[in-house]
T-cell receptor
């Protein structure tokens, strides 16, 4: 079956760095997405990886290893507003998104 | 970036009535739109894939007669929750792929609709 795993919850300190991991097993692979979702709101797009390696976008970076079925989202210089759920999703061979359950990130002062 | 507009953002309805939710792609054409449902503290659950000009494809366990989907144009898909009950209360989100970009790079989300059935 298809499966996306990511930690349920993580806690980090304001100003620090946090890495949120995502492992996946899917039927086919057409890219991996990271989304940020604040409570009560729709997800917002953060990143898309289809090739191996690191993609950097300001304070956020995303890494992909297709051979290992593994990705991580790296958040630097954490701010209180980064407190949110972070969703990992993989687009399978049918171009449908398979979603992880999300990682709730709690930022402490 | 591309914008997907979803309306209404919040709706409260009486049990037994029907509610229509609209999803519009504002600056691109979307042959395919997706409808999701999200329960509190849970991930998005794909309900159905809406295809312009043809019938929607529903995921297993989703009642197609209860959740009516109409994708009448390349920029509009609607989800109608018929004979709503309190257990249908949830957060409904639509997304659309920008076909001009090859359709595979991003799925843009609407703002979501919070449905409360009383």
């Amino acid at each position: 079956g298809q499966n996306i795993d990511q930690p349920t919850e993580m806690t980090a300190t304001e100003g620090a760095i946090v890495q949120i991991n995502c492992t996946y097993q899917t039927s086919g692979f057409n890219g991996l997405f990271w989304y940020q979702q604040h409570a009560g709101e729709a997800p917002t797009f953060l990143s898309y990886n289809v090739l191996d390696g690191l993609e950097e976008k300001g304070r956020f970076s995303s890494f992909l290893s297709r051979s290992k079925g593994y990705s991580y989202l790296l958040l630097k210089e954490l701010q209180m507003k980064d407190s949110a759920s972070y969703l990992c999703a993989v687009m399978d061979s049918n171009y449908q998104l398979i979603w992880g359950a999300g990682t709730k990130l709690i930022i402490k002062p | 970036g591309a914008v997907v507009s979803q309306h209404p953002s919040r709706v409260i309805c009486k049990s037994g009535t029907s509610v229509k939710i609209e999803c519009r792609s504002l600056d691109f054409q979307a042959t395919t739109m997706f409808w999701y449902r999200q329960f509190p503290k849970q991930s998005l659950m794909l309900m159905a894939t809406s295809n312009e000009g043809s019938k929607a494809t529903y995921e297993q366990g989703v009642e197609k007669d209860k959740f009516l989907i109409n994708h009448a144009s390349l920029t509009l898909s609607t989800l109608t929750v018929t004979s709503a009950h309190p257990e249908d209360s949830s957060f409904y989100i639509c997304s659309a792929k920008d076909e001009k970009q090859g359709g595979d790079t991003e799925a843009f989300f609407g703002q979501g609709t919070r449905l409360t059935v009383v």
